[in-house]
């Protein structure tokens, strides 16, 4: 039987100021094409994040980004990621909010309307 029931999580991150942003990276899966795709849509988001928030903006004080691990079982993974902004003189800074969830055997990544029966009232 394939291991992709769950899967080993280590934190990363992204530290180059201002910029502080946990991610998870997934290991201990036996199938290592699936490990590294689900790690590239993982970093690939964060980055989509980041950018998403930098955009041309100066003067960012603060950008601090975190994430959850929802779901690490039965062969799913699901990761909330949040990411806070501050710049200098700003009255309050900003959070953006992501999700992902993946399978752990096929690295196929599910929207949430995939995670019901179809014609559900979701």
Not at 25 to 33: D, I
Request: proline content about 3%; aromatic content about 12%; some cysteine.
């Amino acid at each position: 039987m394939e291991k992709c029931y769950s899967a080993t999580i280590r934190e990363m991150s992204i530290n180059r100021p201002p910029v502080k942003v946990a991610y998870p990276k997934v290991l201990g899966l036996s199938n290592l094409f699936v490990q590294v795709a689900i790690n590239e849509k993982i970093i690939n988001l964060v980055h989509s994040l980041i950018n998403e928030q930098m955009g041309s903006q100066e003067n960012i004080v603060d950008m601090i980004g975190t994430y959850e691990i929802k779901l690490n079982e039965k062969g799913l993974i699901s990761i909330y990621f949040e990411n806070y902004i501050y710049w200098y003189h700003a009255a309050h800074g900003m959070t953006v909010a992501r999700s992902i969830t993946m399978d752990l055997c096929t690295g196929a990544t599910y929207k949430f309307r995939d995670l019901f029966k179809p014609g559900s009232n979701y």
